[in-house]
């Protein structure tokens, strides 16, 4: 089951700022709900855990993090992450692609396109359930980002 996802937001800090935060997962990941990275295991290259519960149903994923892209000129990262359950119930991939652009008034914009693929038990509560929680991290993931670049 394929879900695609188009979000963006704005914060009020520079480029710069936003970008390092990017580009470090260290940075980064914590801000995402479940998320955790636990080894670099090459360039641009992560093993972690990836943590969701869906309605009555949680699932903890043994991931694979890849920056695949990290465009400087641009201000674009790709992001492509795979997963297997760690009860062997199911997998899942994402592949997230963030455009920085500057605003006017000094801030970013951030626009994210993602498209996640789940397979297994996770896969039997629809897309719609899938959207809903999808939507639900991202929108904690904007929280926490954002707090952490006021400490910056």
């Known amino acids: 089951m394929n879900t695609k996802l188009d979000k963006s937001f704005e914060v009020p800090q520079g480029t710069d700022i936003v970008?390092?935060?990017?580009?470090?997962?260290?940075?980064?990941?914590d801000c995402v709900p479940?998320?955790?990275i636990d080894e670099k295991v090459g360039d641009n290259q992560y093993k972690g855990k990836v943590g969701m519960k869906f309605g009555p149903m949680g699932v903890q994923y043994n991931a694979d993090i890849f920056y695949d892209e990290i465009n400087i000129e641009e201000r674009r990262i790709i992001i492509t992450g795979d997963g297997v359950d760690s009860k062997g119930n199911g997998n899942a991939a994402m592949k997230m692609t963030i455009n920085l652009?500057?605003?006017?008034?000094?801030?970013?914009?951030?626009n994210a396109n993602m498209d996640v693929t789940v397979n297994g038990k996770i896969a039997q509560f629809g897309s719609r359930l899938i959207t809903t929680v999808s939507n639900q991290l991202f929108k904690q993931f904007v929280s926490n980002f954002s707090k952490k670049l006021e400490k910056a």
């Open 34 to 36: 479940g998320v955790s």
């Open 101 to 110: 652009i500057e605003n006017d008034q000094g801030g970013v914009k951030l």
């Open 19 to 29: 970008w390092e935060h990017l580009v470090d997962p260290e940075k980064i990941m």
